[in-house]
């Protein structure tokens, strides 16, 4: 059994824990990083990413920039589409010229990794049987065996369950006298797709359909990344190419928009749930991102909401080491947790306000219908979907 030591262990190399990490460091406090998948295995699993403006500069103070910067693609609005026609949200001029950038998750981990590496952070890929022991002592340690089968132990001052929505981290914190968990699963679910293909939109275009809701999205000037609301059972050898492209057509053209067809090399099957954990933190245990909550991916928040975690939490780690002072560090959850239902609020709200319910009537279509006409008549309504959309600022 190897022993080593480090002042705050992190469980997961995901936004939230390699986030964490790279914050810490800035503040002189270091870190070690244990993950189960190998880093070839982080860096390849492809997923979409919209980041805030908070995220982006974020990215560019701490010196996580440069690629974001040169290959993400600003946008600044989105368009509401019903009735067959389109309706932006102009982001810039209801913001004072907040944006979001479209950039692959995939793509921060790959920076993030780089950029921990440069440095000199301890990143241990490959890692099995992770378990956080003593977190409600002053003398935590995890152990693991690494990716040659040697067996580990960790101490550390504090820990963090970054592990995702499969967490094992947070199970640490008891349910049924500390912890409440807050979860609703929806009746729909996403078909996503990538495909080799011209962009349909300049901006993403939120579609509401009577056939289900779409989204059409970018990845790159030669990839798009498109969506339909399917029945959560349904299975992707369902959907042929050719009913994928009919679908996305019937849902979306008209007035002003027609969708570019292409090769299709990718499709999954996206399901939808809204959780909580709460309370986020038990002794010197703190969880952060998919491990404390997960949004339902309509309003692309739960990279950003992750990294707005992390935010708050390295600020309350450093004043503890800096002065021993954990006031801040207690109140993590408390800090977080209206950022967290202010977003779970906006994810639902444009969930229920866009997709086609199984037991839906016209009735209930067509009050979405309205919904969605007062929402975009409205300067309010406008500023309020724009606001939540680029993020808040972190401070």
């Not at 499709?267 to 491990?291: T, Y």
């Not at 979405?368 to 600022?393: C, F, H, K, W």
Request: include cysteine; charge should be negative; charged fraction near 25%.
């Amino acid at each position: 059994m190897t022993n080593s030591r480090t002042r705050v262990g992190i469980v997961g190399a995901g936004p939230a824990g390699l986030m964490l990490s790279h914050l810490l460091h800035l503040r002189g406090i270091e870190s070690v990083v244990l993950e189960a998948r190998t880093r070839e295995e982080v860096e390849g699993t492809i997923r979409a990413g919209v980041l805030e403006q908070n995220t982006v500069d974020l990215m560019v103070e701490t010196g996580l920039g440069d690629r974001v910067k040169a290959e993400g693609l600003e946008h600044h609005g989105i368009e509401l589409r019903f009735g067959g026609r389109g309706h932006r949200i102009a982001f810039d001029e209801l913001t004072d010229g907040r944006a979001v950038t479209v950039y692959p998750q995939h793509e921060v981990l790959v920076d993030l990794i780089a950029k921990r590496l440069a440095d000199g952070g301890d990143i241990r890929f490959g890692v099995s049987e992770v378990e956080v022991h003593d977190h409600t002592t002053d003398s935590p340690y995890i152990t693991y065996t690494d990716a040659d089968g040697n067996p580990h132990t960790l101490r550390c001052v504090l820990a963090a369950g970054c592990d995702g929505s499969r967490t094992e981290t947070r199970k640490l914190i008891p349910e049924a006298t500390i912890r409440q968990d807050h979860f609703r699963q929806y009746p729909f679910a996403w078909l996503g797709i990538l495909a080799e293909a011209p962009p349909s939109s300049e901006e993403l275009i939120y579609a509401n359909h009577p056939r289900g809701f779409a989204l059409i999205s970018t990845r790159t000037p030669q990839v798009q990344r498109q969506y339909l609301q399917v029945d959560p059972n349904d299975s992707v050898d369902n959907w042929s190419d050719d009913r994928i492209w009919s679908e996305l057509h019937a849902r979306v053209d008209g007035d002003g928009a027609e969708i570019k067809d292409g090769k299709i090399f990718d499709k999954s099957i996206l399901q939808f749930r809204s959780f909580v954990c709460e309370p986020m933190q038990h002794e010197n245990l703190f969880l952060a991102g998919d491990a404390a909550h997960t949004v339902p991916p309509t309003g692309a928040k739960g990279l950003n909401l992750a990294v707005a975690d992390v935010y708050a939490l390295s600020n309350g780690m450093a004043e503890f080491f800096e002065t021993g002072d954990r006031g801040r560090l207690d109140a993590y959850t408390e800090t977080v947790s209206p950022r967290i239902w202010r977003t779970q609020h906006f994810s639902w709200w444009m969930s229920s306000m866009l997709h086609r319910l199984p037991d839906a009537s016209g009735f209930d279509h067509r009050r979405q219908v309205a919904e969605l006409d007062m929402v975009t008549r409205s300067v309010a309504g406008r500023t309020l979907i724009a606001e939540n959309y680029v993020g808040t600022p972190l401070d």
